[in-house]
């Protein structure tokens, strides 16, 4: 299994993309239901077997690949403009079981230390080597292609489950990303940010708007050793917000939801068919996700040479794949 890291030192960019991710787990869900019982697209970036993740021994027993499952990397990039170049700051897995009718999420940090595939300036292609997941997306020479190279290296970090769809944003969608539900109330998880003395106590209730909505998911306190671990909790806390008041607008406006969503989808980098989209928003109304559907990779943080890095427990990334992706052969 793989490895992952997180970064202690802010980058001025690095939580903004999380929001525009936000509304990618949202809208793209949306889109997804027309193709469940179609061939699902594949884009295969390297040579990796397709089949290989459809029967998986572990500890002696067979498991089998739940085929109900439809997944979906969202990205959230750190750049104003898509074919920049820049590093993934937001990664997520999205996960709709067909069976179960439900959404999971899993947050994947961006500093993860995993093999990625590394190109020279002229595309050349110097095989796999272990360096921050954020950096894979750098070395596609187009939106696209950094997109497909994300998704290849987050598939074989989950037994090389196919990764059909894939959505990227920049961090110039965030006004109108906040803007899609207005003020936001979300509860507070953590004391992570009650050094800022400005009513962001544990368990407390804020209100969020495109004023502090930055400073809410981004700021932490760079004295603190691993202060990533509570901004991630924040972040969790305020996704599920999000996408909360997100169905409920859908609820009472759903044209113009989908009128939103259809200015929004267009700048960004994506597989899905947008031409769907009002037939099928409905489907992020029947679908169930709670809190116990948001998964955080758990592992260690440690301090690296130039970057804090943050070690996944193998066993339980292992544990977590089997629980999301896969069904034990026979089992009753």
């Known amino acids: 299994m793989a490895t992952m890291t997180n970064k202690k030192k802010q980058n001025p960019l690095t939580i903004v993309a999380v929001i525009a991710a936000v509304v990618l787990v949202a809208a793209v869900l949306i889109l997804l239901y027309h193709n469940h019982q179609s061939n699902l697209r594949t884009e295969e970036v390297g040579t990796t077997n397709e089949h290989a993740h459809r029967r998986i021994e572990v500890d002696g027993k067979q498991y089998v690949y739940n085929s109900d499952l439809i997944s979906l990397l969202v990205l959230g990039v750190d750049t104003t403009e898509l074919d920049d170049r820049g590093q993934t700051d937001a990664i997520y897995l999205v996960v709709l079981d067909r069976g179960e009718e439900k959404i999971k999420i899993i947050s994947i940090s961006r500093d993860a230390m995993v093999p990625i595939r590394l190109f020279d300036a002229n595309g050349k292609d110097l095989g796999w080597e272990t360096q921050h997941l954020a950096l894979a997306y750098s070395f596609g020479s187009t939106a696209e292609r950094g997109c497909l190279l994300v998704e290849e290296t987050v598939s074989r970090m989950f037994f090389n489950v196919p990764m059909v769809y894939y959505a990227a944003a920049d961090i110039s969608l965030l006004p109108r ?23 962001y106590d544990a368990g407390s209730t804020v209100v969020i708007t495109d004023e502090n909505v930055e400073q809410f998911v981004r700021s932490r306190d760079t004295e603190q050793d691993f202060s990533n671990d509570g901004r991630m909790e924040r972040q969790k806390a305020y996704i599920e917000a999000y996408l909360a008041q997100l169905k409920e607008r859908l609820a009472s406006d759903f044209s113009g939801v989908v009128s939103d969503l259809s200015g929004i989808l267009p700048r960004t980098s994506t597989n899905i068919d947008l031409t769907e989209i009002t037939n099928f928003a409905n489907m992020l109304l029947d679908y169930e996700f709670s809190d116990e559907d948001y998964y955080i990779l758990e592992g260690e943080s440690q301090s690296g040479m130039f970057h804090d890095e943050f070690i996944v427990d193998e066993a339980a990334l292992q544990e977590l794949a089997l629980k999301i992706f896969y069904k034990e052969e026979n089992a009753k």
């Open 177 to 199: 990303i906040q803007n899609l539900v207005g003020k936001l109330e979300v509860v507070v998880p953590n004391a992570s940010l009650e050094y800022l003395d400005q009513g």
